[in-house]
């Protein structure tokens, strides 16, 4: 074992660095931290302790863009399925053991995705009982009625101070926006009206088309660090690759971030099976192609886990699907959510599209610095299985053997089994804390440069990608240990992470 | 049936706001947290409240002199109550903490704290067991909505075997009594009629035991799904058949439930009549739960379930995986010796623990002098709606308390924080958010 360090001065000495903003990839060097912070190498180094790093990788802490971790929705998961899933762990963890076992795992900052303005106070209260990570959320200020009715009316003025004035009242990071005026078909009761960015909303002159354009223009008006989030429309349904096509042409020239797009990447029509398929390939053409986006893949892995969305719309079509128990809740004016268990299966047709076309989308990324690695927490998996995704993306030949197992019409149809690209470690540091770090908007984190948090993750290099990223030798948080080897050491408080927006 | 109709009013109501303006009061008499009353207690203005609401206002304004806390019975300053507390919480073998539902979310923060310092079990004291449960919830989910939404856009409003008038007294004059732009019908289905003034609009289907509904939800079921009825008496087909009917014609339904349920059959039923609804119209149930003695029911299970994965109780705070189970039922197993009841009890749970084990273990944390036991410590504090913090309506809206004058009593809050510091020490910066 390493012996403990003090918290306040220390150097880590002679680490492997993977640190891809500086360029630093697998370069054994010193990594000095001083009261929280990265520091260069001091002139005088008495007083600072000395902690042999030497054969360890050394990343920074990971930083989770897009996962679900507290309010309303993620309550009622935990009621929905009080049992543990069958691997033995809780498919939606209480928020003490979601901070704790994120830190086990080398996580170090995270983003709630989906919180309703009406429950920011609530999740707030939630998230000050998550220990050891930093922390925001991101606020779903496009389902609010006043927000809507402004956008209707052409009124950017209005949209621009509701969104702002929600931001500061609710401490959020960023606007998230699920399934754009998806929640007004669903109030309006119109089942089975699965509409696309042009369809008017109800009752309303404006589409989800116009609804989003008008959102990236506020957030990009009241200088937020992290752009529109994006939940299209149409979340998984067969041939949704179109609506998520046409929301990234609605953003051609701009900055938008596109969130779980594997839910968004289907072909076929209808409800049909038989077409149902990957439209991956012209998707991240287009994608490659638009710089200012930037993408979160929501990842399925085979398992047990929990679907919970603020799209009531795709919530029903999901659960009257499976036919499972599932809890949906309208808020008044401002959103809502639906709730269910699910098991995604090997066997599966459409599972094993949903698993082949995730990872899809990773090897067809032509820049890393524009993705990051989710699963969507718990929709696709838990965040503990971050590390067998890894796996999948930086070992072919394990990948292959996985592809082998499912269902036989993905094996022969999917473009996965022609893919052998590899993620690098440096590679795979860029999806899962630089790039992260750099789409949300977080200057300090993501890397290991001076003035940056002292968020560092000490792995030990094994061939076994799986097990290298699962248990961590050292996670430090803010330059304090908080877990070795699995066991959590220390619990700081972390901090909220609240947008300020420029006035209006 | 209808499926493409639209159902909201063509202008909406501004969102609530989430907090009041300072000065403001929610009434807290019961889970409803009424926050549209006029409190001026100098002008003798008690207005828009309940009885029971401005009751609870009237002698609140009218009690005297701030009491002192009791150690067996003796006056004594609160600092020698919470150290007395503290003494006789660290001596007992097991500790259960209960009450929860009188306090603010921060309260229950600060009491699952104790709790887990204590290494004791807790559990909120549910007066009634209307409300599926943990269990519950995982095998039949539910479809439910804010009570702003009935009120903006359910045309038809079915109250199944319950009146909400014993437990949430207000609930019909606020959020089913004002006028939609197109007509609401309501309809009562129950043993007993609805306490509603006469109208062409409502009607009363009679059923002739409480748990008649059970079948009549079964049989509902059958005709949405278009199946055959099966066997049943000829008055639960017909209304069956007169609900049907009823919804075929609307726009948008809401069915109020509440009637105490302690096997969850009923509300089985309503959940799977819902469900198939939604399938293609809107359609929700708004459940009321936990009604008198249990204003913040909601935010007690809420703080549970993120601290330990269950919304009742847990055997020993800090661990995930309880089960639901009422404070009764611990004290019944005779396996506490001590007990720290935060805020006012359901008369059957005080009743419980009087009996249950010995009344110096008895530590309380309310508003009230405990009644019929002078043994063990009562520490004052003040009225739930004079606390800052915040509450959670069981519809899922949060409502801020803006907090009472400097002169009233302790706040619940920082009697909890003064017990755990006198239990484990200062808080050091360090450890301030996590656990000791």
Same mark, same amino acid.
């Given at each position: 074992?390493?012996?403990?360090?003090?918290?306040?001065?220390?150097?880590?000495?002679?680490?492997?660095?993977?640190?891809?903003?500086?360029?630093?990839?697998?370069?054994?060097?010193?990594?000095?931290?001083?009261?929280?912070?990265?520091?260069?190498?001091?002139?005088?180094?008495?007083?600072?302790?000395?902690?042999?790093?030497?054969?360890?990788?050394?990343?920074?802490?990971?930083?989770?863009?897009?996962?679900?971790?507290?309010?309303?929705?993620?309550?009622?998961?935990?009621?929905?399925?009080?049992?543990?899933?069958?691997?033995?762990?809780?498919?939606?963890?209480?928020?003490?053991?979601?901070?704790?076992?994120?830190?086990?795992?080398?996580?170090?900052?995270?983003?709630?995705?989906?919180?309703?303005?009406?429950?920011?106070?609530?999740?707030?209260?939630?998230?000050?009982?998550?220990?050891?990570?930093?922390?925001?959320?991101?606020?779903?200020?496009?389902?609010?009625?006043?927000?809507?009715?402004?956008?209707?009316?052409?009124?950017?003025?209005?949209?621009?101070?509701?969104?702002?004035?929600?931001?500061?009242?609710?401490?959020?990071?960023?606007?998230?926006?699920?399934?754009?005026?998806?929640?007004?078909?669903?109030?309006?009761?119109?089942?089975?009206?699965?509409?696309?960015?042009?369809?008017?909303?109800?009752?309303?002159?404006?589409?989800?088309?116009?609804?989003?354009?008008?959102?990236?223009?506020?957030?990009?008006?009241?200088?937020?660090? =992290?752009?529109?989030?994006?939940?299209?429309?149409?979340?998984?349904?067969?041939?949704?690759?179109?609506?998520?096509?046409?929301?990234?042409?609605?953003?051609?020239?701009?900055?938008?971030?596109?969130?779980?797009?594997?839910?968004?990447?289907?072909?076929?029509?209808?409800?049909?099976?038989?077409?149902?398929?990957?439209?991956?390939?012209?998707?991240?053409?287009?994608?490659?192609?638009?710089?200012?986006?930037?993408?979160?893949?929501?990842?399925?892995?085979?398992?047990?886990?929990?679907?919970?969305?603020?799209?009531?719309?795709?919530?029903?079509?999901?659960?009257?699907?499976?036919?499972?128990?599932?809890?949906?809740?309208?808020?008044?004016?401002?959103?809502?959510?639906?709730?269910?268990?699910?098991?995604?299966?090997?066997?599966?047709?459409?599972?094993?599209?949903?698993?082949?076309?995730?990872?899809?989308?990773?090897?067809?990324?032509?820049?890393?610095?524009?993705?990051?690695?989710?699963?969507?927490?718990?929709?696709?998996?838990?965040?503990?299985?971050?590390?067998?995704?890894?796996?999948?993306?930086?070992?072919?030949?394990?990948?292959?053997?996985?592809?082998?197992?499912? =269902?036989?019409?993905?094996?022969?149809?999917?473009?996965?089994?022609?893919?052998?690209?590899?993620?690098?470690?440096?590679?795979?540091?860029?999806?899962?804390?630089?790039?992260?770090?750099?789409?949300?908007?977080?200057?300090?984190?993501?890397?290991?440069?001076?003035?940056?948090?002292?968020?560092?993750?000490?792995?030990?290099?094994?061939?076994?990608?799986?097990?290298?990223?699962?248990?961590?030798?050292?996670?430090?948080?803010?330059?304090?240990?908080?877990?070795?080897?699995?066991?959590?050491?220390?619990?700081?408080?972390?901090?909220?992470?609240?947008?300020?927006?420029?006035?209006? | 049936?209808?499926?493409?109709?639209?159902?909201?009013?063509?202008?909406?109501?501004?969102?609530?706001?989430?907090?009041?303006?300072?000065?403001?009061?929610?009434?807290?008499?019961?889970?409803?947290?009424?926050?549209?009353?006029?409190?001026?207690?100098?002008?003798?203005?008690?207005?828009?409240?309940?009885?029971?609401?401005?009751?609870?206002?009237?002698?609140?304004?009218?009690?005297?002199?701030?009491?002192?806390?009791?150690?067996?019975?003796?006056?004594?300053?609160?600092?020698?109550?919470?150290?007395?507390?503290?003494?006789?919480?660290?001596?007992?073998?097991?500790?259960?903490?209960?009450?929860?539902?009188?306090?603010?979310?921060?309260?229950?923060?600060?009491?699952?704290?104790?709790?887990?310092?204590?290494?004791?079990?807790?559990?909120?004291?549910?007066?009634?067991?209307?409300?599926?449960?943990?269990?519950?919830?995982?095998?039949?989910?539910?479809?439910?909505?804010?009570?702003?939404?009935?009120?903006?856009?359910?045309?038809?409003?079915?109250?199944?075997?319950?009146?909400?008038?014993?437990?949430?007294?207000?609930?019909?004059?606020?959020?089913?009594?004002?006028?939609?732009?197109?007509?609401?019908?309501?309809?009562?289905?129950?043993?007993?009629?609805?306490?509603?003034?006469?109208?062409?609009?409502?009607?009363?289907?009679?059923?002739?035991?409480?748990?008649?509904?059970?079948?009549?939800?079964?049989?509902?079921?059958?005709?949405?799904?278009?199946?055959?009825?099966?066997?049943?008496?000829?008055?639960?087909?017909?209304?069956?058949?007169?609900?049907?009917?009823?919804?075929?014609?609307?726009?948008?339904?809401?069915?109020?439930?509440?009637?105490?349920?302690?096997?969850?059959?009923?509300?089985?039923?309503?959940?799977?009549?819902?469900?198939?609804?939604?399938?293609?119209?809107?359609?929700?149930?708004?459940?009321?739960?936990?009604?008198?003695?249990?204003?913040?029911?909601?935010?007690?299970?809420?703080?549970?379930?993120?601290?330990?994965?269950?919304?009742?109780?847990?055997?020993?705070?800090?661990?995930?995986?309880?089960?639901?189970?009422?404070?009764?039922?611990?004290?019944?197993?005779?396996?506490?010796?001590?007990?720290?009841?935060?805020?006012?009890?359901?008369?059957?749970?005080?009743?419980?623990?009087?009996?249950?084990?010995?009344?110096?273990?008895?530590?309380?944390?309310?508003?009230?002098?405990?009644?019929?036991?002078?043994?063990?410590?009562?520490?004052?504090?003040?009225?739930?709606?004079?606390?800052?913090?915040?509450?959670?309506?069981?519809?899922?809206?949060?409502?801020?308390?803006?907090?009472?004058?400097?002169?009233?009593?302790?706040?619940?809050?920082?009697?909890?924080?003064?017990?755990?510091?006198?239990?484990?020490?200062?808080?050091?910066?360090?450890?301030?958010?996590?656990?000791?």
């Amino acid at each position: 074992m390493i012996p403990a360090s003090p918290r306040p001065r220390f150097v880590l000495r002679g680490g492997t660095i993977h640190d891809p903003l500086h360029d630093r990839d697998g370069v054994i060097d010193d990594l000095w931290i001083d009261n929280g912070k990265i520091v260069p190498r001091p002139a005088i180094t008495a007083g600072f302790t000395v902690v042999d790093a030497t054969g360890l990788v050394v990343m920074p802490g990971g930083v989770d863009l897009h996962s679900h971790i507290a309010g309303p929705k993620v309550n009622l998961g935990r009621r929905l399925t009080p049992s543990p899933a069958a691997d033995g762990r809780h498919a939606v963890p209480t928020i003490e053991a979601t901070g704790c076992l994120y830190a086990a795992l080398g996580y170090t900052t995270v983003f709630d995705a989906a919180i309703a303005t009406s429950a920011a106070r609530l999740a707030h209260l939630e998230l000050d009982d998550l220990p050891i990570l930093d922390k925001g959320i991101y606020l779903l200020a496009g389902d609010d009625q006043r927000v809507i009715d402004a956008a209707a009316s052409g009124d950017d003025g209005a949209i621009r101070r509701l969104v702002g004035a929600a931001i500061e009242a609710g401490r959020g990071w960023a606007v998230k926006v699920a399934n754009p005026g998806g929640n007004l078909f669903w109030r309006h009761g119109r089942r089975g009206d699965h509409h696309d960015l042009d369809t008017p909303l109800p009752g309303l002159a404006l589409t989800p088309r116009g609804l989003l354009d008008r959102l990236a223009t506020a957030v990009d008006a009241l200088a937020l660090p =992290h752009p529109l989030h994006i939940h299209t429309a149409n979340l998984g349904l067969p041939g949704n690759w179109r609506t998520l096509d046409e929301t990234m042409r609605t953003f051609e020239g701009r900055r938008a971030h596109l969130a779980h797009v594997q839910f968004h990447s289907y072909t076929g029509g209808d409800l049909d099976e038989g077409s149902f398929g990957s439209g991956v390939e012209p998707l991240a053409d287009r994608f490659n192609a638009q710089p200012g986006l930037t993408l979160d893949v929501g990842q399925v892995l085979f398992g047990d886990t929990v679907a919970m969305t603020g799209d009531s719309e795709a919530a029903a079509h999901l659960a009257h699907a499976t036919g499972v128990p599932w809890a949906s809740h309208d808020q008044h004016l401002s959103g809502g959510c639906g709730v269910m268990p699910i098991r995604y299966r090997e066997k599966s047709l459409i599972h094993a599209w949903q698993w082949a076309i995730g990872l899809e989308w990773y090897l067809r990324l032509a820049d890393p610095w524009r993705g990051a690695l989710s699963t969507d927490h718990p929709n696709g998996a838990h965040f503990l299985a971050y590390p067998l995704l890894m796996k999948l993306l930086g070992d072919e030949p394990f990948r292959r053997e996985a592809f082998a197992r499912i =269902h036989p019409t993905v094996r022969n149809r999917s473009p996965l089994g022609g893919l052998t690209r590899e993620y690098s470690l440096q590679e795979l540091c860029i999806l899962t804390r630089a790039a992260p770090a750099r789409i949300a908007g977080l200057p300090h984190k993501g890397h290991l440069g001076p003035n940056a948090d002292a968020d560092v993750v000490l792995y030990r290099p094994d061939a076994d990608l799986a097990r290298m990223f699962a248990v961590p030798a050292r996670v430090y948080k803010g330059g304090e240990l908080v877990a070795e080897d699995g066991e959590i050491r220390g619990r700081p408080r972390g901090a909220v992470m609240a947008a300020t927006p420029t006035p209006a | 049936m209808s499926q493409q109709r639209s159902v909201l009013p063509s202008t909406h109501a501004p969102i609530a706001p989430a907090g009041l303006p300072a000065g403001a009061t929610v009434c807290t008499a019961c889970a409803l947290l009424c926050d549209d009353g006029v409190v001026r207690p100098a002008e003798g203005r008690f207005e828009r409240l309940c009885e029971r609401g401005a009751e609870s206002f009237r002698r609140h304004h009218a009690a005297g002199a701030t009491p002192a806390a009791t150690i067996d019975g003796r006056p004594a300053d609160v600092a020698a109550a919470i150290a007395a507390a503290a003494t006789r919480l660290s001596a007992a073998r097991r500790v259960l903490v209960t009450g929860l539902n009188d306090l603010t979310i921060e309260g229950v923060t600060k009491a699952c704290d104790v709790a887990e310092t204590l290494g004791a079990a807790i559990a909120p004291a549910i007066d009634d067991a209307r409300h599926p449960g943990g269990s519950m919830i995982a095998r039949c989910g539910e479809i439910t909505a804010a009570w702003e939404e009935l009120r903006d856009r359910a045309d038809l409003v079915i109250f199944w075997g319950h009146d909400p008038a014993d437990s949430h007294p207000r609930f019909v004059e606020r959020f089913v009594a004002p006028p939609l732009p197109f007509p609401r019908r309501t309809i009562a289905v129950g043993r007993v009629p609805l306490r509603l003034p006469p109208s062409a609009d409502h009607v009363h289907l009679s059923l002739d035991a409480d748990d008649d509904d059970v079948d009549l939800a079964r049989l509902l079921l059958a005709s949405v799904l278009e199946r055959p009825l099966g066997a049943a008496p000829e008055r639960l087909r017909d209304a069956a058949l007169a609900l049907r009917s009823a919804i075929d014609a609307a726009r948008c339904v809401g069915i109020v439930t509440g009637r105490p349920d302690p096997l969850g059959l009923s509300a089985w039923g309503v959940v799977g009549v819902v469900r198939a609804l939604s399938r293609r119209m809107a359609a929700f149930q708004v459940p009321l739960d936990s009604g008198a003695h249990a204003p913040n029911a909601a935010g007690a299970k809420a703080v549970l379930t993120w601290r330990y994965g269950a919304n009742a109780s847990t055997a020993r705070a800090g661990v995930a995986g309880g089960s639901p189970a009422e404070a009764i039922d611990i004290v019944a197993t005779g396996a506490v010796d001590a007990i720290l009841a935060l805020g006012r009890l359901p008369s059957h749970v005080d009743e419980a623990i009087l009996t249950g084990i010995d009344p110096r273990g008895v530590i309380r944390i309310a508003p009230d002098a405990p009644a019929g036991a002078p043994d063990g410590v009562w520490v004052p504090c003040r009225e739930l709606f004079d606390e800052a913090g915040t509450l959670l309506r069981s519809d899922g809206r949060t409502i801020e308390l803006a907090g009472g004058t400097a002169d009233s009593l302790p706040s619940a809050v920082v009697l909890l924080a003064a017990l755990r510091e006198r239990l484990v020490g200062p808080l050091s910066p360090k450890t301030e958010g996590g656990k000791a």
